[in-house]
């Protein structure tokens, strides 16, 4: 799975947190307000961004697998074709996949996860 820029994990975000699909004017719209509000967070503070600046995102994202875009209307409406959590578990088992020794790998986790953390692994593994 690619990795993600930093506007273009911007974009997820505002997906994610939106639950439904949005035209690119709404997320550029979006992204302004949180740009401001964190003052340069996605590296676009104090410059309009161009709404064909969040289609081409949004057309790298879709060819990434990430959104998929509502062809029906116009203008066209992205969604998230995952859940943050699921991309996340997704990453996860990816680079799980990619290590010669799993066991080692999966130790060196488990190792570093808070006490809360290890409790809710033991829950979750318990209904597995």
Do not use: C
């Not at 979006?30 to 340069?40: F, I, S, V, Y």
């Not at 990619?98 to 570093?112: K, M, T, Y």
Request: glycine share 8%; aromatic share 2%; charged share 30%.
């Amino acid at each position: 799975m690619a990795s993600l820029g930093e506007l273009e994990r911007a974009v997820m975000d505002l997906l994610w947190a939106g639950h439904e699909a949005a035209t690119a004017n709404t997320l550029r719209d979006k992204l302004a307000t949180t740009t401001e509000a964190k003052g340069d967070a996605a590296g676009h503070a104090g410059k309009e961004l161009a709404v064909t600046t969040v289609l081409t995102v949004l057309s790298r994202l879709e060819k990434k697998g990430l959104v998929e875009r509502e062809r029906g209307t116009r203008p066209h409406r992205y969604q998230a074709v995952s859940s943050r959590e699921e991309h996340t578990a997704e990453l996860m088992h990816e680079v799980l996949g990619s290590a010669p020794d799993r066991e080692a790998v999966l130790a060196q986790f488990i190792g570093s996860v808070t006490e809360g953390e290890a409790e809710t692994l033991r829950k979750l593994l318990g209904h597995v």
